[in-house]
Nanobody
Framework: EVQLVESGGGLVQAGGSLRLSCAAS????????IGWFRQAPGKEREGVSC??????????HYGDAVTGRFTMSSDNAQNTVYLQMNSLNPEDTAVYYC???????????????WGQGTQVTVSS
């Protein structure tokens, strides 16, 4: 059974930091890109970052809104990816999802598997 389980969300003050985790199981981790997405109430889903497949180009990409503040990393031995979020601001408030795709960081509709999401709330 494929599972993506996010954790680490919570409430933080503006300027603070959080680290999200996404634990993957049930598929070959190295053959999938792992992406982080977020969705705030009333807004469209937004790509946050993506780590390409290890068997692909292996690069990491970031959305314009988070570049320089968020860092994505992975522990391939644990099939887990992390999203370190620094200098958080209220506009970062959203439900954050991780997802897996058998392509190199495609558009969100090409991701096969999704986690249940974790809420991040940044107070001003």
């Amino acid at each position: 059974e494929v599972q993506l389980v996010e954790s680490g969300g919570g409430l933080v003050q503006a300027g603070g930091s959080l680290r999200l985790s996404c634990a993957a199981s049930g598929f070959t981790f190295d053959d999938y890109s792992i992406g982080w997405f977020r969705q705030a109430p009333g807004k469209e889903r937004e790509g946050v970052s993506c780590r390409s497949r290890s068997s692909g180009d292996g690069t990491t990409h970031y959305g314009d809104a988070v570049t320089g503040r968020f860092t994505m990393s992975s522990d391939n031995a644990q099939n887990t990816v992390y999203l370190q979020m620094n200098s958080l601001n209220p506009e970062d408030t959203a439900v954050y999802y991780c997802a897996a795709a058998p392509l190199d960081c495609p558009d969100f509709y090409e991701y096969d598997y999704w986690g249940q999401g974790t809420q991040v709330t940044v107070s001003s």
